[in-house]
C-alpha cells in the first residue's frame, strides 16, 4: 500500500511560480513510477507529468512543456512538479499518483492517489 500526501499548492498570479511536493510512504518508493495529474469540473483528470523509477526519463503534456518539470528524491520519497510561468489555465486540483507497473500517462494505469492539492492562478 501506498499513501501520498501532496503539498504546496495555493494562489498565484499569472506568470508567477509554485513547486508541489507529494511525499509516498512506502519502503521502495524507487520501484514506482510517479506522475502529476490534474482535474477541473469541465475537464477529464489529466497527466501533465511522469517520471520513471531512477528519474532520468520524463513525459510531459504538450501544454505544460517548457514550463513544468518534474522531479523525484528517492532518498526522501518525495516527488516535485516545479510550475513556471503559469497561466490561469492550469488553475486546477494537481493529483500526484504512483504506479509499479509502466510508465505511462493514462490514468487507468495509475493504482495510488493523493488527496488533491488546489492551484488557483489569478490573471
Known amino acids: 500500500q501506498v499513501q501520498l500526501v501532496e503539498s504546496g499548492g495555493g494562489l498565484v498570479q499569472a506568470g508567477g511560480s509554485l513547486r508541489l511536493s507529494c511525499a509516498a510512504s512506502v519502503r521502495t518508493f524507487n520501484s514506482y513510477y510517479m506522475a502529476w495529474f490534474r482535474q477541473t469540473p469541465k475537464k477529464d483528470r489529466e497527466c501533465v507529468a511522469v517520471?520513471?523509477?531512477?528519474?532520468?526519463?520524463?513525459d510531459y503534456a504538450d501544454s505544460v512543456k517548457g514550463r513544468f518539470t518534474i522531479s523525484r528524491d528517492n532518498a526522501k520519497n518525495t516527488v516535485y512538479l516545479q510550475m513556471n510561468s503559469l497561466e490561469p489555465e492550469d488553475t486546477a486540483v494537481y493529483y500526484c499518483?504512483?504506479?509499479?507497473?509502466?510508465?505511462?500517462?493514462?490514468?487507468?494505469?495509475?493504482?495510488?492517489w493523493g488527496q488533491g492539492t488546489r492551484v488557483t492562478v489569478s490573471s
Open positions: 499518483a504512483a504506479t509499479s507497473s509502466m510508465f505511462s500517462r493514462n490514468r487507468y494505469h495509475y493504482e495510488y
Open positions: 517520471m520513471n523509477l531512477s528519474g532520468d526519463s520524463t
